[in-house]
């Protein structure tokens, strides 16, 4: 029978494309992952992965081989679930992907509550604004914001992400605080580049209609903090998440305005890879986080 983690291995190198890749997420280096898949390559007699300096893939054997694996790993995976059907026992490595505000302001608590409760439970938390690959990067769970794209990934709605309008009170000192959404191109806004388009702000009446206003500032920045500690500096209105601001808000370092008009609301989906059996640890991760972004 095959060691089950040349199993892992072979399947972390054939989903991250290279032996560095597989080793980065292993925690192992690239030496020992060609040991390990060659290895099972002298075990079975046959040639699973085929490499240059440049490029690797699988054989036609090795591509067929890497789906009995998965397989042979889920089957596992349902078996430890089976074994220990109390939550309490939760236990096993599971890699999440986040958007960063979201990551530092809301999931961090989350994951530190999960370490208190589940010790045998190690989860790996990435930071990034971009959409990963899950399965070429492997990912076992995504936290994504936004309408997702028609896709084979399973998903569930966790949350919803709410935006707020402020600007420090220097500031508001210095121009008009601004009544009504047209009021902002009277003066400056710092352009979020995580919004499409950048420069149309979204806004609803109280009757729920839909609209947008052109805005305009000389400040373009793609990260949350930063943004921030722009509005901090007082260099115009910043359209944001509420979970990046709202401490300030609270403290009185910036200033809501146009509270009366609603702003964006995104959905918060939890994603993972379509397969025929989810493993507890991650059931109770998405869980975690539904409970976490409802409190």
């Given at each position: 029978?095959?060691?089950?983690?040349?199993?892992?291995?072979?399947?972390?190198?054939?989903?991250?494309?290279?032996?560095?890749?597989?080793?980065?997420?292993?925690?192992?280096?690239?030496?020992?992952?060609?040991?390990?898949?060659?290895?099972?390559?002298?075990?079975?007699?046959?040639?699973?992965?085929?490499?240059?300096?440049?490029?690797?893939?699988?054989?036609?054997?090795?591509?067929?081989?890497?789906?009995?694996?998965?397989?042979?790993?889920?089957?596992?995976?349902?078996?430890?679930?089976?074994?220990?059907?109390?939550?309490?026992?939760?236990?096993?490595?599971?890699?999440?992907?986040?958007?960063?505000?979201?990551?530092?302001?809301?999931?961090?608590?989350?994951?530190?509550?999960?370490?208190?409760?589940?010790?045998?439970?190690?989860?790996?938390?990435?930071?990034?604004?971009?959409?990963?690959?899950?399965?070429?990067?492997?990912y076992d769970l995504a936290i994504r914001i936004g309408e997702l794209k028609p896709s084979s990934l399973i998903a569930r709605r966790v949350g919803s992400y709410h935006f707020v309008c402020c600007a420090s009170p220097a500031?508001?000192?210095?121009?008009?605080?601004?009544?009504?959404?047209?009021?902002?191109?009277?003066?400056?806004?710092?352009?979020?580049?995580?919004?499409?388009?950048?420069?149309?702000?979204?806004?609803?009446?109280?009757?729920?209609?839909?609209?947008?206003?052109?805005?305009?500032?000389?400040?373009?920045?793609?990260?949350?903090?930063?943004?921030?500690?722009?509005?901090?500096?007082?260099?115009?209105?910043?359209?944001?998440?509420?979970?990046?601001?709202?401490?300030?808000?609270?403290?009185?370092?910036?200033?809501?305005?146009?509270?009366?008009?609603?702003?964006?609301?995104?959905?918060?989906?939890?994603?993972?890879?379509?397969?025929?059996?989810?493993?507890?640890?991650?059931?109770?991760?998405?869980?975690?986080?539904?409970?976490?972004?409802?409190?």
């Amino acid at each position: 029978m095959p060691d089950l983690l040349n199993l892992q291995t072979l399947i972390a190198a054939a989903t991250s494309g290279s032996f560095a890749g597989a080793a980065k997420r292993l925690g192992i280096s690239p030496a020992m992952v060609g040991r390990r898949i060659q290895a099972l390559e002298q075990e079975y007699g046959v040639k699973l992965i085929e490499r240059t300096t440049r490029t690797q893939r699988l054989t036609e054997v090795g591509s067929r081989f890497l789906v009995k694996a998965n397989r042979i790993i889920d089957e596992l995976e349902e078996l430890n679930d089976i074994s220990r059907p109390d939550a309490e026992a939760m236990s096993g490595r599971l890699r999440l992907s986040a958007p960063t505000t979201l990551g530092i302001k809301r999931l961090a608590p989350v994951m530190a509550e999960l370490a208190e409760r589940h010790p045998a439970l190690s989860v790996e938390l990435n930071l990034s604004d971009r959409n990963v690959d899950l399965v070429a990067e492997g990912y076992d769970l995504a936290i994504r914001i936004g309408e997702l794209k028609p896709s084979s990934l399973i998903a569930r709605r966790v949350g919803s992400y709410h935006f707020v309008c402020c600007a420090s009170p220097a500031y508001l000192d210095r121009f008009a605080v601004p009544e009504r959404p047209e009021d902002l191109r009277l003066g400056r806004c710092i352009l979020n580049l995580n919004l499409v388009p950048r420069d149309e702000w979204p806004f609803e009446t109280e009757g729920r209609e839909s609209f947008t206003v052109g805005v305009r500032g000389n400040i373009e920045i793609d990260n949350g903090e930063a943004l921030r500690m722009a509005a901090l500096a007082g260099a115009g209105v910043i359209y944001v998440p509420v979970d990046l601001v709202a401490d300030d808000i609270a403290d009185g370092r910036l200033v809501e305005v146009l509270a009366g008009w609603r702003k964006l609301v995104l959905p918060i989906h939890a994603i993972h890879p379509s397969r025929r059996f989810v493993p507890g640890r991650i059931g109770a991760v998405i869980e975690a986080i539904a409970r976490g972004l409802r409190d």
